[in-house]
């Protein structure tokens, strides 16, 4: 194999699959890249833990076809290091020579053999849209993703693709997040669960443009087509929350807010809150605004946040990480609480315009003497 391209290129291409490399494996070679050359131009780098797998091509001037596997790290610490310039790749029974104006280097390298083949997607259905949707959509939704292995298909969100377009949908037992986009480019209705820790990385090769993503489910693995990458992931299989049922929205009691300025309110609330010293913030909904306290072992804390609307005196007691990653995933301006006791769950959906996006929070039990 013998190929030369812009280091830039190649670097692109390394930092990308490498997020699907095993930091640690019992088979060696998926701690590395599998580096394909091929005749028409393209030079393939692949990554992946047997859970995720990353393919990203390149343009390259190739003078001799071939494969092999080198170690990820490495590899891509030695082009990082590399003068800016042409970088030509030489190798020959799995020792490699990269050079780099003055700069060389011989590695071995390890059988491509050993690298297991990606699994194969075969097409049941697809959906296609703007890269910088998806980016949002998984970014408003990630957060709420479940880390309890008990239940593994809480681990993953929700594509659900229907006559509305797609909506994603992530639980973790103590709140929801919603996210639904209308989409043009789909067959059929359907739905499956992609792994969040896959959806992480969805989101870090999305860019902020137009620029379309292909999504094809199979039987057993998503594929993520982006440009000249593609991500597999296996779905996740078992009976995922029946989410329509679970959100409330018969409220009785409905109040507008600034996001800004009540996500603030709770985090100066919270800053005498830590893993060591947990206390629920205590919300006393009023007429126009709203109280927020919490008491620790280390003192005390209280803010007022205007609102619109009335609560008529409600109490109701919230996680206070779980009600400020609600609000920092809210894409608007204002957001509408929508409550009806101290142990119902909170629902925040935007206050104007289409409702494209819904959090809910379920309420933590006040202590009298809180």
Same mark, same amino acid.
């Not at 790749?89 to 990269?98: A, T, Y």
């Not at 620029?211 to 993520?224: D, K």
């Not at 329509?244 to 600034?258: C, E, G, L």
């Given at each position: 194999?013998?190929?030369?391209?812009?280091?830039?290129?190649?670097?692109?291409?390394?930092?990308?699959?490498?997020?699907?490399?095993?930091?640690?494996?019992?088979?060696?070679?998926?701690?590395?890249?599998?580096?394909?050359?091929?005749?028409?131009?393209?030079?393939?780098?692949?990554?992946?833990?047997?859970?995720?797998?990353?393919?990203?091509?390149?343009?390259?001037?190739?003078?001799?076809?071939?494969?092999?596997?080198?170690?990820?790290?490495?590899?891509?610490?030695?082009?990082?290091?590399?003068?800016?310039?042409?970088?030509?790749?030489?190798?020959?029974?799995?020792?490699?020579?990269?050079?780099?104006?003055?700069?060389?280097?011989?590695?071995?390298?390890?059988?491509?053999?050993?690298?297991?083949?990606?699994?194969?997607?075969?097409?049941?259905?697809?959906?296609?849209?703007?890269?910088?949707?998806?980016?949002?959509?998984?970014?408003?939704?990630?957060?709420? $993703?479940?880390?309890?292995?008990?239940?593994?298909?809480?681990?993953?969100?929700?594509?659900?693709?229907?006559?509305?377009?797609?909506?994603?949908?992530?639980?973790?037992?103590?709140?929801?997040?919603?996210?639904?986009?209308? $989409?043009?480019?789909?067959?059929?209705?359907?739905?499956?669960?992609?792994?969040?820790?896959?959806?992480?990385?969805?989101?870090?090769?999305?860019?902020?443009?137009?620029?379309?993503?292909?999504?094809?489910?199979?039987?057993?693995?998503?594929?993520?087509?982006?440009?000249?990458?593609?991500?597999?992931?296996?779905?996740?299989?078992?009976?995922?929350?029946?989410?329509?049922?679970?959100?409330?929205?018969?409220?009785?009691?409905?109040?507008?807010?600034?996001?800004?300025?009540?996500?603030?309110?709770?985090?100066?609330?919270?800053?005498?809150?830590?893993?060591?010293?947990?206390?629920?913030?205590?919300?006393?909904?009023?007429?126009?605004?709203?109280?927020?306290?919490?008491?620790?072992?280390?003192?005390?804390?209280?803010?007022?946040?205007?609102?619109?609307?009335?609560?008529?005196?409600?109490?109701?007691?919230?996680?206070?990480?779980?009600?400020?990653?609600?609000?920092?995933?809210?894409?608007?301006?204002? $957001?509408?609480?929508?409550?009806?006791?101290?142990?119902?769950?909170?629902?925040?959906?935007?206050?104007?315009?289409?409702?494209?996006?819904?959090?809910?929070?379920?309420?933590?039990?006040?202590?009298?003497?809180?």
């Amino acid at each position: 194999m013998k190929f030369s391209c812009e280091k830039a290129l190649l670097q692109n291409a390394i930092l990308t699959a490498s997020r699907a490399v095993s930091l640690k494996s019992t088979i060696p070679a998926l701690e590395g890249l599998l580096l394909e050359a091929q005749e028409n131009g393209d030079v393939y780098l692949t990554g992946y833990n047997q859970e995720t797998g990353i393919r990203s091509c390149f343009q390259a001037e190739v003078t001799e076809t071939g494969s092999m596997v080198l170690p990820a790290r490495l590899f891509g610490e030695i082009v990082r290091k590399m003068p800016d310039d042409v970088l030509l790749f030489q190798e020959e029974s799995l020792k490699v020579h990269i050079a780099c104006g003055m700069s060389e280097f011989d590695l071995m390298g390890i059988d491509p053999e050993d690298f297991p083949e990606l699994p194969t997607v075969e097409y049941q259905n697809s959906l296609t849209l703007p890269q910088q949707t998806l980016r949002s959509m998984i970014s408003q939704t990630l957060f709420a $993703v479940s880390d309890d292995e008990s239940r593994p298909v809480h681990t993953g969100s929700l594509f659900v693709v229907d006559d509305e377009g797609l909506t994603m949908v992530a639980v973790d037992g103590f709140r929801l997040a919603l996210r639904r986009e209308p $989409v043009t480019e789909k067959n059929g209705t359907f739905e499956f669960v992609v792994p969040g820790a896959s959806l992480g990385e969805v989101e870090k090769i999305c860019q902020e443009t137009d620029a379309p993503v292909e999504v094809h489910q199979g039987s057993r693995h998503i594929l993520f087509k982006m440009e000249s990458t593609i991500l597999i992931a296996r779905r996740l299989e078992g009976e995922f929350l029946a989410w329509r049922q679970a959100i409330p929205r018969n409220n009785p009691i409905k109040v507008t807010a600034d996001t800004k300025q009540l996500l603030s309110c709770m985090e100066r609330v919270s800053l005498i809150v830590s893993e060591k010293l947990k206390s629920p913030l205590r919300c006393t909904i009023g007429d126009g605004q709203i109280d927020i306290t919490t008491r620790t072992a280390i003192g005390n804390a209280h803010d007022c946040c205007p609102v619109e609307g009335s609560g008529n005196g409600l109490e109701i007691g919230f996680n206070n990480r779980y009600m400020m990653d609600a609000l920092k995933a809210a894409s608007r301006e204002k $957001v509408t609480l929508e409550m009806s006791s101290p142990i119902t769950p909170c629902i925040i959906v935007p206050a104007e315009g289409e409702e494209n996006f819904l959090f809910m929070v379920l309420p933590v039990r006040l202590k009298a003497d809180m």
